[in-house]
Structure formats: structure tokens, C-alpha cells
């Protein structure tokens, strides 16, 4: 089964994303640790992270180091991705500047709020600022529009979670280390499939979002391609995600034994509430948008005990650069590290390694630097904490392998 999987995704794998936001402006740079999606668990966590941030480094006091920026909804719904990407970057810099060597960075990022024209104010706010290198936005449409002003201006962007094909296609200068969405929707009908996890199979999905359509229209394809049955496929959309009961019901009178997400954790939290009130107990299978939802304020983590997703991350895993990020995370937000932290991290850390095979120096231009960055990505292969082997194309696509995750106990457990 790995195999499959792994084989699936060899091809253009790259992130999905998400929903919507409100708030404030706010910046972050390197200076100190920026606060999490969500508050410390407790006031002595809180101070116990105040008190292990990091100083500002030497280089970028000194102003030897890359400008490296992003843009992210910082407050409002979707805050718990905009936060764990501004978290997940910011240990990684630390991490980099700390070693002492010829690649540091001094980090900035900017409240984009989750809408797109904020976003390109957010983008034009880090150009001011003399952003050099950007890690793009958080989520979908706010990327796609920043993405066509980092190709105008020729500023290379490399974004950890927007998965839209829509960011990359057209922009040479433009890459994603996120799965992209059609290949979620691949993976998930591959392996359900070949888990036999489900013979009948019902999809929830929302109409009026790219990443949500974006997924279920390639699911549908490949499951048809590997004899799932789907029984029931039935939408929503932002202003009607309150009350799933005539989805539900559809999806328990067709028989439906595996209920398919292709959504975020926000309205995921409320279909397992309403089908438990209902007592309609199938298998839910999510995607990567999925994550998050065991952080949710308010929300009964037994509810999703059983939840099956796709996800490129394991926090519970063994290895030693899993193990001392998932703890040093901790220490400092009070909070266990979801994917999109994860992945923010081994932006940063595939920008050193691009860095350090072109040779590039911080008093570069930043267009000497995004010419650079076009022509050596697709020439690394970069190990991280969500994927080993990762390799990109020129169109922007990284390639590496999903990991199938159950929820249980209230932690993420893996499948494989």
C-alpha cells in the first residue's frame, strides 16, 4: 500500500488551503518568539515561553542576513494555520541563526487576515520593510493573489500551505511544500481503497471553495478509476456551514459507511456533533485541512476519535529531528506542533539548503536571489520533517509521500 501511495504522489504533490479570518494587522520578525494560534496552555506556560525566546541574532542585527517575509491570518477563524506557520518559521530561523554559519535570516511576517486584498497590503508592507526571499501566504486566495505580485516584481516565494495549483501555475518563481489539492484528492480515493476502509462512500465538500472542489473533483475521478462506490456527494458552502443535517441524513440513508472531508477542521468539528446527536457512527476520512481540529476551543475531542486523514507530519513520531521540534514547540507555545508549523519549518530549512548550493549571499539583490532560488530548487533534494527526498519540478510542484493518520486517545496515531 505504501508504495501506491508513495507512487501517486511522486508526481506533483504540493498543500492545500483554507478559510476565513478577521483582526487586526500585526508583524513578527526575528527579534522575539511571536505568539501561537492558540494561548499557552496555562499563564506559566505563557511566561515560560516569554522567558526561552530568543534574542535577536547577531546577523540580523548587523543586517547580514536574508529578509525573509510572509504573509499570514494572524487573527480570526483561521489564525490556528497563520499562527503555527509564523511559529513553525520562526523556531527554524532560531535554529539557523544559533549555528553561527554564512545562512541567517531575519524573519517578518505580516497579518494578511485571510482576504486577498489585505494580502497584497500585507506583501507591499514587507517590500517597504526590503523582504528578499518570502515564504508567501498561509492560505489559498490570499496566495494566489500575492503570488502574481511576487511574480511582477520577481521576488521568489516558496508558501508551506497553499495548495491551489492556481499559485504556482503561470509563476516560474513561485513553489509550494505542501501537497497540492488534485493530488490530495488522488491519495485519499488510493488509499481508502486500497486500506478497504470503505465500500460505500458519501463526500461532504464545500462548493464555494477551491481547496475543498478542487479536491473532491479529483477524488471523484480516481475512485470511479479504483471501483469505490460513492453513494452520496453533497455541498455546503461558507454561509451555509452551520447545520449538516440534510447531508448527514443523505449520506446515513445511501448506506454510506466512510464519509469523505475534503474541509476544514471548523466545519468537520461540527458534522461529527451532528452525526453523533444523530447516531450515525461511519468512518470520517479528512485531508490535511483536518488538522487543527483537536485544538479547536470548545470542541469534544472524543467526538473525532476514530477520524482518519492524510497528512505529511507526525508529531508522535520517534525520530530525532520530529522528537526535538515537537519539544521545542512545545516548551515555547504550549501546544503540540500541527503540520502547517511543520511545514513553515521546512521552508526555511530548503531555503538554506537552495542558499548554500547556489552559493548566494545576503547582500544580493532580490532579484539576483529569485533568479537564483528558479534555477536551484529544482536541483536539491531536501530532507525535512514532512517528507524525506523532497524534490521539486520547474513548475513549482514538490514530490514526496503522504502518511496516513488516525486520531486516537485525542493524538494523532499513524496508520503505515
Not at 45 to 62: I, K, N, W, Y
Not at 376 to 396: K, Q, R, V, Y
Amino acid at each position: 500500500m505504501k508504495k501506491a501511495i508513495s507512487f501517486v504522489l511522486t508526481a506533483v504533490m504540493c498543500a492545500g488551503l483554507l478559510a476565513g479570518c478577521g483582526g487586526t494587522t500585526a508583524g513578527s520578525d526575528s527579534s522575539a518568539a511571536p505568539e501561537s494560534a492558540a494561548a499557552p496552555a496555562s499563564t506559566e506556560a505563557a511566561e515560560d515561553a516569554e522567558a526561552e525566546a530568543p534574542a535577536e541574532s547577531t546577523a540580523a542585527a548587523t543586517g547580514a542576513a536574508f529578509k525573509l517575509g510572509g504573509t499570514a491570518p494572524l487573527t480570526g477563524s483561521a489564525a490556528i494555520y497563520g499562527n503555527a506557520v509564523m511559529n513553525g518559521a520562526q523556531i527554524a530561523v532560531d535554529e539557523i541563526n544559533a549555528e553561527g554559519g554564512a545562512i541567517q535570516f531575519e524573519l517578518k511576517y505580516e497579518d494578511d487576515e485571510n482576504d486577498p486584498e489585505k494580502a497584497v497590503s500585507a506583501y507591499n508592507a514587507l517590500k517597504d520593510w526590503g523582504i528578499q526571499l518570502s515564504l508567501g501566504s498561509v492560505t489559498t486566495k490570499p496566495c494566489e493573489a500575492v503570488a502574481t505580485e511576487h511574480n511582477t516584481d520577481r521576488i521568489f516565494g516558496l508558501t508551506p500551505s497553499a495548495s491551489s495549483t492556481a499559485v504556482t501555475e503561470g509563476k516560474d518563481n513561485f513553489f509550494q511544500i505542501c501537497f497540492a489539492d488534485p493530488n490530495q484528492g488522488v491519495a485519499s480515493a488510493d488509499y481508502i481503497a486500497d486500506q478497504q476502509l470503505g465500500t460505500k462512500v458519501a463526500v461532504i465538500y464545500r462548493n464555494d471553495d477551491v481547496y475543498s472542489s478542487g479536491i473532491y473533483e479529483r477524488f471523484a475521478e480516481e475512485a470511479e478509476a479504483k471501483g469505490l462506490e460513492i453513494v452520496s456527494a453533497t455541498t455546503f458552502t461558507d454561509a451555509s456551514s452551520n447545520d449538516f443535517s440534510v447531508q448527514l441524513t443523505e449520506a446515513r440513508d445511501a448506506g454510506a459507511d466512510l464519509v469523505f472531508l475534503p474541509i476544514y477542521y471548523q466545519p468537520a468539528s461540527l458534522i461529527l456533533k451532528q452525526a453523533s446527536d444523530m447516531g450515525y457512527a461511519p468512518k470520517f476520512f479528512g485531508v490535511d485541512g483536518m488538522d487543527g481540529i483537536l485544538t479547536l476551543e470548545g470542541f469534544d475531542t472524543s467526538l473525532a476519535e476514530g477520524v482518519m486523514l492524510l497528512t505529511p507530519f507526525n508529531a508522535d513520531a520517534t525520530d530525532e529531528k520530529t522528537v526535538n521540534f515537537v519539544t521545542k514547540y512545545q516548551e515555547l507555545y504550549g501546544e503540540i506542533p500541527n503540520q502547517f508549523a511543520a511545514d513553515a519549518y521546512d521552508c526555511v530549512y530548503a531555503y538554506k539548503a537552495a542558499l548554500e548550493a547556489a552559493g548566494a549571499t545576503a547582500d544580493m539583490s532580490a532579484e539576483e536571489l529569485c533568479e537564483l532560488m528558479v534555477a536551484t530548487f529544482p536541483t536539491i533534494t531536501f530532507d525535512g520533517l514532512t517528507g524525506e527526498g523532497m524534490t521539486w519540478d520547474a513548475t513549482g510542484a514538490v514530490s514526496k509521500s503522504p502518511k496516513g493518520m488516525v486520531i486516537e486517545n485525542g493524538a494523532y496515531v499513524g496508520m503505515d
